[in-house]
């Protein structure tokens, strides 16, 4: 009776262990600087109130959910050439993926992109809204990265 009690309570402590773990945000150690849904989660809620900084009405840069999206931290940094460049999987041609893969590279950000330095909450780190190559809005990070 005592080993089906044990065996019972090893089996709830294994299935409490999963699902503690499936809740965790997607955040892990797997996750690269610049990749998509890194660190998007932690800060969903401000991406939304972040507006395209072009076009008509007031847009969302983010197209994402709460748990993926296409705004997230991204290593960057601020040229010689006086343009801010940013380290993500992109393309040279964006929107283009089929016939030019997204590939690990520097890109350029456009200017028109850049969004207020007000509007960073976390102005120690750069921030990107990215799809498929295609550059919807970017923050500044104060320190350069």
């Known amino acids: 009776m005592r080993t089906n009690r044990l065996a019972f309570l090893a089996l709830a402590m294994i299935f409490m262990a999963f699902a503690v773990y499936d809740c965790l945000p997607v955040y892990s150690e797997d996750c690269v600087e610049g990749a998509r849904d890194c660190g998007h989660q932690e800060n969903h809620d401000w991406y939304m109130k972040l507006q395209l900084p072009y076009g008509p009405g007031n847009r969302s840069c983010c197209s994402g959910t709460a748990r993926e999206g296409d705004c997230r931290p991204v290593r960057a940094e601020l040229r010689e050439d006086g343009h801010w460049w940013a380290y993500y999987k992109g393309s040279p041609f964006p929107g283009n993926a089929v016939t030019y893969p997204l590939r690990w590279d520097w890109y350029r950000i456009p200017d028109e992109k850049i969004l207020p330095d007000q509007d960073n ?13 295609y550059v919807y809005c970017f923050l500044k990070g104060r320190a350069g990265g």
Do not use: D, R, V
């Open 121 to 133: 909450k976390a102005p120690l780190h750069s921030h990107i809204c990215e799809q498929n190559g």
